[in-house]
């Protein structure tokens, strides 16, 4: 039955290009306290346009009532559980989105004299410094925009470390459970990528690996939980392995929330890694992005940070461009700033005892979700699960239901489905991961769910195949999106 | 839908169908099979050389790309421009109207070691 | 719940965890802290900061009003605390507004396709140089020293390890490309030139001579742009083979540097070279239009080690607020934005000693005559003013030299003050 959701009012509206009438506006600028000058005059005549081509022409309500309309037709984690798997869907506390937009920080320009940007710098130290002290490691860097630019970053330290040491060595070894942007990142830092079988609990083969690493690798990335869930509880010899043979490891911190203050990488063995501070630290994810993707490292990386780096002068900060084996910028300024000052706050509303707990939560909810949905799907594996966990659909498979259409029937139910299909090791996944923020109540209604869609499958599979049916907009076209691809609105001729 | 006799398979679902000097290569229907709804077909350039065993083009679906590997070597020349405003073609005739690529063969002797249509069936059938 | 799944205490769920890799001490953070004095300690940081200061700041971070509707907009939680839209059924208000911003993208700058968003200007430069080189099989990049400084090391960092050569192109008396330097350097070799305009220095380099000149060699012309703004009155570069550039004009607060939103933008030929999330139109199972993400085969979750970028996340939510401020001013309003930024620049200007003869739209380089520009904000700063970035640590030949900018925002009296600055 569905208990979640009824039948409501979802508002029509065609795009902004379709309801444009010419000569309307929605904005009003001061009078110019200047002179007004020609453009032809100044610019050249060849360099001025004559107008912007079917840019949109509307009222400010119009606008507003466009976007709200819009607005209506998405799920968010604001209206309820966003089980998805490696995405860590928690609460976005909206005093983040407040500080974030204090005066003197959200219109601090980069380029402002020191003096005048110590309070920035404040808070890109604190930061630095509570990062290093959940990760373990010696230095954190900000600069990175998102996770896989964190991997780029990571990813070129090693390279300039191994290059320093007189041999940049050729390959990077990638689990076959890996986050596709880990072999997509070693491609563009020249690397050329090989995949490590998983054993039959979903972990790294040790076996495989040692007989992959040898001279000519750089490292290994590896996600740690890995994307099942697991965690790699090898992964000492693994570092050791790598170590042994002069590679570096790099640990992909995706699934950092099942670790806050449990465990720290730092202490067993990771040279580098990366943090999603959209992930761990509750930055909102607004719709694909911004992130930022922190980059911790060990003691021997240090000198490859990309600058420029904070330094004390006195009793102020600074920043320091003389950094002779920096790998150079990932990025222009200093990283996205306003995602930090999120991710401080959520730092500093939970302190040192806080962050444990959410951790803690975070795998009591995901292991009560695999407790109370084993007997119904098949665990992809039987090792202890952290902060999400992984099913296959191995049993609706048989009655012709798949990963995709169950996703497809959660939506009936009012949430938004779990990782589809990801990883690619486990035959149809259902990758589920709940986070600390939901409760028990939110968490059983989907467990409901899941359960009265089994059953579905085994009476009426159909039902589930074509799902989703209470959404104003039913199954979406994919394939002639892509066989005819329309990228933009045109005038209809 | 049958594996016509006269062409001969490769174990990475590619068709060649030799003729004297040239050839003809598509992909088989098991391999469209399991890609689904193709959506893209990336072929080479008429005069590229393509070599047996190595890739020379990949098709896609919504949410897969599939390497086409080169059953023979030999220099194309011509390829199925149909394939690139109809993709789905690929779906409905793989062995006819929606072949490939044809070549120039440069070693006619290469096509000997593929499978016949009855092994590909029985290797198809295993999988 | 502990029941449920057969554990005694929350400590049993880590007890797994092998002995020597589990963390038995205490984080050394804080302990946590109310909403109030989380605001009251960014407050406080916030104080150590310039408060009140006019500034005259540019060089790709720029001072624009953002229109209250914008945060009205994206504080929306349906837009702000959801995912990536992939499932397209319960996400069409984010793929709507995306499908609008690339089609306002495209608009803007003259090309048929534009991506979902970059991280910002400075990565998409890379990206569109790697997409050259994909498309031309070639691999020499060359870029103007007049591109932003900071993207250019960027570009350098990039493309260190993936054997693309990269040299810079001189810049004329004029401050704009040296046309002579770029016949010189343009082999067959080259797969892209990469330009901005209008160009750091604030000028409007000659796109489509260039244009005729980086083609008729087989090259792609990347043109870069920081100053969205001006893109409401100049020429948009419609010769170019790939447009990028950074939308921070457009409603993103400056923020100390990021979060911003970078575009790229290409023709419809190019279309399965480009990195990034792409929305396309489509219909849905009872024939209504809809749209979903698309062409997903270029990217990192499918084709892994040979995808176009190793890009995932993007800047959704601030291509949001530059979707909102392109609304809310429109097919009017950009323009006359533009050309009030046009007309306050070049009444400060017209005050000044200019160092480049070229047309210039809100940007201008200044000499600090006879002193160091380093002096003369000195000064400003004790008038409440920010004055211009001073050129030295980019460019020594202009270590005597600022680079101003005004906007809709500087007021006349502060920019008769700067003026009177240069004098003193």
């Known amino acids: ?493 | 839908m049958s594996y016509p006799a006269n062409y001969q398979y490769t174990k990475e679902h590619e068709w060649v169908l030799v003729d004297g000097a040239g050839g003809t290569i598509g992909i088989t229907d098991h391999a469209q099979h399991e890609l689904g709804d193709i959506v893209f077909v990336d072929l080479p350039k008429v005069g590229t050389t393509i070599t047996k065993g190595q890739t020379f083009g990949s098709v896609e679906s919504v949410k897969a790309v599939s390497d086409i590997y080169a059953p023979v070597s030999g220099e194309v020349t011509e390829i199925n421009e149909a394939l690139s405003k109809a993709p789905e073609k690929l779906n409905e005739d793989p062995h006819g109207a929606a072949w490939l690529i044809k070549v120039k063969l440069a070693n006619a002797s290469e096509a000997k070691d593929l499978l016949s249509a009855a092994d590909y069936e029985k290797y198809v059938g295993a999988e | 719940m502990l029941a449920k799944i057969g554990a005694k205490s929350l400590e049993d769920l880590v007890s797994y965890l092998p002995a020597d890799v589990r963390f038995n001490g205490k984080l050394q953070i804080d302990d946590g802290k109310s909403e109030f004095e989380i605001v009251d300690y960014f407050k406080a940081a916030a104080a150590h900061n310039a408060n009140g200061y006019a500034s005259f700041l540019g060089a790709g971070v720029y001072n624009h009003y953002r229109p209250v509707l914008v945060d009205t907009v994206v504080s929306r939680g349906e837009f702000l605390t959801s995912y990536t839209p992939y499932q397209a059924e319960i996400s069409q208000g984010t793929l709507t507004s995306i499908f609008e911003f690339q089609t306002m993208v495209c608009q803007l700058t003259g090309m048929d396709v534009a991506n979902a968003s970059m991280y910002d200007g400075s990565s998409a430069v890379p990206e569109a140089a790697m997409m050259a080189v994909r498309v031309t099989r070639r691999d020499r990049v060359l870029i103007a020293r007049t591109v932003h400084p900071e993207y250019r090391e960027v570009l350098a960092t990039y493309t260190r390890h993936q054997g693309i050569p990269v040299d810079e192109i001189a810049y004329a008396k004029n401050g704009r490309l040296d046309l002579d330097d770029l016949k010189k350097k343009l082999t067959n070799e080259v797969a892209a030139v990469i330009i901005q305009t209008p160009n750091f220095f604030g000028l409007l380099e000659q796109v489509k001579e260039i244009a005729a000149l980086v083609q008729s060699k087989g090259a792609l012309l990347v043109v870069v742009f920081t100053e969205a703004v001006a893109l409401g009155l100049i020429e948009p570069p419609r010769e170019a083979d790939i447009v990028v550039g950074e939308l921070q004009s457009f409603a993103i607060s400056p923020s100390y540097g990021g979060p911003y939103a970078g575009i790229i933008a290409t023709h419809e030929k190019y279309i399965r070279q480009i990195p990034g999330r792409l929305v396309g139109e489509t219909v849905d199972a009872e024939g209504k239009r809809a749209y979903c993400l698309t062409l997903a085969t270029r990217e990192q979750h499918i084709r892994r080690e040979k995808a176009t970028s190793n890009i995932c996340t993007n800047q959704a939510l601030l291509a949001l607020m530059a979707t909102v401020f392109m609304t809310v001013y429109g097919k009017q309003g950009l323009r006359e934005l533009a050309e009030q930024n046009l007309a306050k620049a070049h009444y400060l200007a017209g005050k000044l000693p200019l160092v480049f003869d070229a047309p210039f739209f809100n940007e201008f380089v200044v000499r600090a005559n006879g002193r160091t520009p380093e002096q003369i904000n000195n000064e400003l700063i004790e008038k409440k003013i920010v004055g211009g970035l001073p050129l030295g640590r980019f460019y020594a030949e202009l270590k005597d030299s600022m680079l101003l900018c005004a906007t809709e925002m500087s007021r006349r009296q502060d920019m008769d003050t700067v003026a009177a600055g240069f004098r003193a």
């Open chain 1, 1 to 493: 039955m569905i208990k979640k959701v009824s039948k409501h009012i979802v508002q029509n509206e065609p795009l902004l290009f379709e309801q444009s009438s010419p000569g309307k506006w929605g904005y009003q600028l001061p009078p110019l306290d200047v002179p007004p000058v020609d453009a032809a005059s100044v610019l050249g005549k060849e360099n001025v346009r004559a107008e912007i081509e079917d840019f949109p022409e509307v009222s400010e309500f119009e606008a507003l009532r466009h976007f709200t309309r819009l607005s209506t037709w998405n799920y968010a984690i604001d209206l309820g559980l966003y089980p998805l798997g490696s995405c860590t869907m928690k609460y976005n506390p909206r005093v983040n989105e407040l500080v974030a937009r204090t005066e003197g920080l959200a219109w601090a320009h980069p380029y402002q004299p020191e003096a005048l940007a110590q309070g920035c710098m404040e808070v890109i130290a604190a930061l630095e410094r509570a990062l290093e002290e959940i990760t373990g490691m010696a230095a954190v860097t900000l600069q990175p925009a998102a996770g896989a630019h964190g991997e780029f970053t990571g990813i070129l330290m090693m390279r300039a470390l191994l290059e320093k040491r007189g041999n940049a060595r050729k390959k990077i070894l990638v689990p076959d459970s890996a986050h596709g942007t880990n072999p997509a990142t070693a491609t563009m830092v020249g690397y050329s990528v090989e995949n490590i079988k998983s054993n039959s609990r979903g972990m790294v083969d040790l076996e495989a690996l040692e007989r992959a690493v040898t001279e000519d690798v750089a490292g290994l990335m590896i996600t740690n939980p890995n994307t099942v869930g697991v965690f790699e509880e090898n992964i000492r010899k693994i570092c050791g392995l790598l170590h042994d043979k002069g590679a570096l490891v790099y640990m992909d911190g995706a699934n950092m929330n099942a670790l806050v203050g449990v465990a720290r990488p730092g202490n067993f063995g990771v040279d580098v890694m990366h943090l999603n501070l959209h992930k761990t630290f509750s930055t909102p994810h607004g719709g694909g992005g911004p992130g930022a993707g922190a980059v911790a490292v060990a003691e021997v990386l240090k000198p490859f940070l990309p600058g420029p780096r904070l330094k004390r002068a006195g009793d102020k900060w600074a920043w320091n461009y003389d950094l002779p084996d920096s790998i150079g910028r990932v990025r222009a300024f200093y990283g996205n700033f306003g995602v930090l000052v999120r991710a401080l706050a959520y730092v500093m509303a939970h302190g040192g005892n806080g962050l444990r707990q959410a951790t803690l939560d975070a795998l009591l909810n995901a292991n009560y979700l695999r407790a109370l949905l084993e007997p119904y799907y098949e665990i992809a594996y039987k090792a202890p699960s952290m902060h999400e966990c992984v099913f296959s659909d191995d049993r609706q498979a048989k009655k012709g239901v798949r990963t995709g259409d169950i996703a497809k029937r959660l939506i009936d139910y009012g949430f938004h489905p779990y990782t589809v299909s990801f990883p690619l090791i486990v035959r149809g996944a259902l990758m589920i991961e709940p986070t600390e923020t939901e409760s028990k109540q939110e968490l059983d209604l989907f467990a409901d769910a899941m359960i009265s869609i089994a059953q579905e499958v085994d009476q009426n599979p159909e039902l589930v195949k074509t799902a989703p049916h209470m959404t104003r907009t039913p199954r979406v076209d994919e394939v002639r999106a892509a066989r005819q691809p329309v990228v933009r609105w045109k005038r209809p001729q």
